[in-house]
């Protein structure tokens, strides 16, 4: 079938297929629904290959609801979806459910980890669709809850995500346990020597389906990306959701700890998000699921396991806060926006050259194409949300208006207003609550010269036993902070510290930035120098503490000669 553009109704769905998919809002078939429908109906064995966000479950559910309704016994579990995470299976069963609306005897049940494991079985007993994760499927045919010897259609989706979760031998222990005239469909975005001997011992001369060209899912996706000075990532951050404020979007970190901490950094500067993570209880996880798919839950803060899971049509803007670690992972990311033949937009927040330089590998290995923007400053900010201000007004000018605010507009010009102030102060009235009061942290420009009383300390516990030197330390601090090196004042280098003088006005943002840095390969502490703690020689002070150390322990050995009333007076000073 070529990639035209077609009608479901040119697919010969039933009456009730098709009044569902018409109340499900879809328009036309996606490439990979109109190849891989007609060629499941066939019986063959399907290998789809199609990158995120085409709609591969619409096209595997399909010609599956259609085997099951053929069927004259329905009272045995004749379909088996696997699919990696339990979100895709929560998000699979309510598709499957939507588009078996009007179908009569198709019953689907979704089985996860982290949910109630007896209500699962209880409805098990009546399903005869079951979508879940390979291992909780595992778990109940180990309880003998879950049979699978009538099963005729076995679906594999996202597999090459579900091998590198470590799902293969179930896969295939589950594969085995379903009759050998079963028909097979794996789906997969890449086809890795693992995905191909599955197919070589479970499917016999499969058909490969194809969505056209792999770059596909990034078509409809702009894909930006912005360079801020480290430790000002989540400020960025904040600056681009306050310009482009999206109803939906995503924001993408590596570690589940992160996630976490900018959900919270993002909460306290008065945004409304959430994070979802792989800790998180399910009945958490569901919740802030549903709350985002119906618009309560703007923002929502997500690790890469919960990428995969995440199928929601509406998502405006992706952000990555963090580099994603490797190509597929950056696909997966920005494919939860511009699904579906939709407009998406991407923005990635690098810090330095060295993330520019990864972030721009990954765009070549993808065939994307990167923009680097500015991040807007505080200005281009309200100016954006007066330009949404006139348009509210605009519209309201378009309609009529009532006669009691005419009313009121003559009063006031009774009492010698003029038109120009009634409407500055109307106004003010509807619009002053939006008004942002940014301060632009990103462009701001730092002053070079300091006086002696604008400077303070900081304190790092490496020095010149690491043979550190000055440019070192400059070199970490301007890395990672938004100071360059004429903003830095004195460096004071001892044998195992080193004492920097910056601007007071940085102190608590160098400080933070410096979380986690390593100067000379050596991971380093930073902190505020107190002036009372006693301040060591440059040289000889780690020979003093030694010696310290030597008769302290001199003295808990059994051994130990007594020292000499002459050399015990000596350590004791």
Not at 96 to 111: D, N, Q
Not at 374 to 401: F, K, M
Request: charged share 30%; net charge positive.
């Amino acid at each position: 079938m070529s990639d035209k553009n077609i009608s479901f109704s040119e697919l010969s769905l039933s009456e009730a297929l098709l009044r569902a998919v018409n109340d499900s809002g879809f328009e036309e078939p996606t490439v990979i629904q109109q190849k891989a429908i007609p060629a499941m109906r066939s019986g063959a064995d399907i290998i789809g290959r199609s990158q995120t966000g085409t709609g591969k479950t619409v096209a595997f559910a399909i010609p599956a609801i259609e085997m099951i309704s053929a069927q004259k016994d329905k009272n045995h579990v004749l379909a088996i979806i696997m699919l990696p995470t339990r979100e895709l299976a929560i998000q699979c069963c309510t598709e499957i459910k939507k588009l078996t609306k009007y179908c009569e005897g198709i019953r689907p049940v979704e089985v996860y980890g982290g949910a109630p494991m007896d209500r699962q079985i209880t409805r098990l007993k009546r399903a005869n669709i079951v979508i879940g994760t390979p291992g909780r499927i595992m778990d109940h045919m180990r309880r003998r809850t879950l049979k699978l010897d009538h099963v005729k259609l076995a679906v594999l989706d996202e597999a090459d995500e579900m091998l590198s979760m470590g799902f293969k031998e179930d896969m295939e222990t589950i594969l085995r346990e379903t009759p050998k005239d079963r028909q097979t469909v794996l789906f997969s975005a890449t086809m890795p020597p693992s995905i191909l001997s599955i197919t070589e011992e479970f499917q016999k001369s499969p058909v490969m389906v194809e969505a056209g060209d792999k770059k596909i899912a990034l078509d409809n996706i702009t894909q930006s990306y912005v360079n801020v000075p480290m430790g000002r990532k989540t400020d960025a951050l904040c600056l681009l959701l306050h310009y482009y404020s999206p109803s939906l979007s995503i924001v993408f970190c590596n570690t589940k700890k992160m996630s976490e901490e900018l959900a919270l950094a993002l909460s306290k500067n008065g945004f409304n998000a959430e994070a979802l993570h792989g800790d998180l209880k399910q009945s958490q996880r569901t919740t802030i699921m549903d709350r985002f798919r119906n618009g309560a839950l703007p923002i929502l803060v997500a690790t890469d396991v919960a990428a995969r899971g995440i199928d929601v049509s509406d998502v405006e803007y992706v952000f990555n806060y963090d580099i994603p670690q490797n190509n597929e992972y950056y696909v997966h990311r920005i494919g939860r926006t511009g699904r579906i033949g939709k407009k998406g937009d991407s923005i990635t927040i690098c810090s330095g050259r060295k993330q520019v330089l990864s972030l721009t590998e990954i765009a070549r290995m993808t065939g994307s194409t990167l923009t680097e923007i500015n991040v807007p400053t505080g200005d281009d900010i309200n100016y954006r949300i007066a330009e949404n201000n006139i348009s509210s007004v605009e519209q309201t000018l378009s309609q009529p208006i009532p006669d009691r605010y005419r009313n009121m507009v003559n009063m006031l010009l009774s009492k010698g207003y003029s038109l120009f102030d009634i409407a500055c102060a109307a106004l003010k009235m509807n619009f002053a609550e939006k008004e942002i009061k940014i301060k632009d942290v990103i462009s701001e420009k730092k002053q070079r010269n300091f006086d002696n009383d604008e400077f303070t300390k900081i304190i790092l516990d490496i020095g010149r036993s690491n043979r550190v030197a000055p440019n070192h330390l400059v070199a970490s601090i301007t890395e990672r902070s938004i100071l360059h090196g004429g903003d830095i004042g004195k460096i004071e280098i001892f044998d195992d510290h080193s004492i920097v003088a910056i601007p007071k006005s940085s102190a608590e943002d160098v400080i933070d930035s410096m979380y986690g840095a390593k100067v000379c390969g050596k991971p380093v502490r930073t902190s505020i120098y107190e002036k009372s703690e006693p301040k060591r020689s440059k040289r000889g002070h780690h020979g003093d503490i030694r010696r310290h150390e030597k008769v302290r322990n001199d003295r808990n050995k059994n051994t130990a000669r007594k020292p000499n009333k002459k050399s015990a007076g000596r350590h004791r000073k």
